[in-house]
């Protein structure tokens, strides 16, 4: 991610699309050192649901029907989830 001027859904898709699992934090961390600008969990964590959305799914050339975004619970007695894009037909939990 370059500090060119990407939009939030833009910084979570670029993060998300290697297919890892992301908590808020670190999309928070990658998102405000790659950028410079920071986002509350609030706003990244809709930024994800817009992930779900018909024209975000188009502009990122996510699948048009089903989930595109797994969650599970963060281990370890940590309180949270993490988040992981579909891409395709990969879908291991």
């Keep these: 991610m370059s500090k060119h001027k990407y939009t939030l859904d833009e ?23 790659n950028t410079n600008k920071y986002f509350g969990e609030p706003s990244i964590s809709a930024s994800i649901r817009n992930m779900r959305k018909d024209d975000r799914r188009e502009k990122f050339g996510l ?4 989930e595109v975004i797994q969650r599970r619970r963060i281990g370890n007695g940590y309180k949270g989830y993490e988040y992981k894009l579909i ?7």
């Design 11 to 33: 910084s979570v898709y670029t993060c998300l699309k290697n297919g890892e699992w992301w908590t808020f934090w670190d999309l928070q961390k990658v998102i405000k050192d």
């Design 63 to 66: 699948t048009k029907y089903g």
């Design 87 to 93: 891409i395709g037909e990969k879908n291991d939990r």
